[in-house]
């Protein structure tokens, strides 16, 4: 078995700073969320949101390095009941969002929050799986450096996410309840395969 190679600390800051934009980047609840928050002018509630999925996925990345993840990953029925509450809490969002985007774009939605964001994450099987798959070969390849790049540019990504909405937002106000009924679609898809994938995981 050949040995593990370190990474120079430049080349781990910039592999975690190019690997965190490649996750955060694609659509998913939590930059739905944030999107939806962040054209509302409720900037606040957008950066929380993602504070609270930052902070999840640093528990599990505590969990990957301890060995709690390859744990939970021999039971996959605790999995499927984590991934069922994580369900349901995207369901309620898309139907809070559903619910404010047919009382109009001015209407106050469904707040993002710090609880929401990490709950979301924390709830995911996916983000279970990834970190199962990447967590303890990232932190020992690339050592403190890559992970402190990693978490400090979604940060940054986060910030720069939210403002860029918020600009759109003002450039043309009724793109808010397109964005808002976009939403409401990837928030339930969402959550119904995370149910599935959930229901499989508790017949197996």
């Not at 798959?133 to 890559?146: F, R």
């Not at 978490?151 to 909405?165: D, E, K, P, Q, R």
């Not at 969402?190 to 197996?204: A, D, K, P, Q």
Request: proline fraction near 4%.
């Amino acid at each position: 078995m050949s040995p593990i190679t370190h990474l120079s600390v430049w080349h781990a800051v910039i592999a975690g700073a190019l690997l965190s934009i490649s996750i955060a980047a694609p659509p998913g609840p939590v930059t739905t969320i944030m999107a939806n928050s962040s054209m509302r002018g409720r900037m606040r509630e957008s950066l929380l949101t993602a504070c609270g999925a930052i902070v999840g996925d640093m528990v599990w990345l505590a969990l990957a390095i301890i060995g709690a993840v390859a744990f939970l990953n021999q039971r996959p029925r605790v999995v499927g009941m984590l991934g069922l509450a994580g369900a349901l809490l995207l369901l309620w969002m898309a139907w809070s969002t559903w619910r404010t985007a047919r009382a109009g774009m001015h209407a106050d939605g469904t707040p993002g929050s710090w609880k929401i964001g990490f709950f979301t994450v924390l709830t995911s099987p996916f983000s279970l799986a990834w970190w199962l798959a990447n967590g303890t070969l990232l932190y020992t390849v690339w050592g403190w450096p890559g992970i402190i790049a990693f978490f400090c540019t979604g940060a940054l990504y986060a910030a720069a996410f939210t403002y860029a909405f918020r600009w759109v937002g003002r450039k043309a106000m009724s793109a808010i309840l397109w964005v808002a009924y976009v939403s409401v679609v990837m928030l339930a898809g969402f959550g119904l395969y995370v149910g599935w994938t959930s229901l499989r995981l508790l017949h197996v």
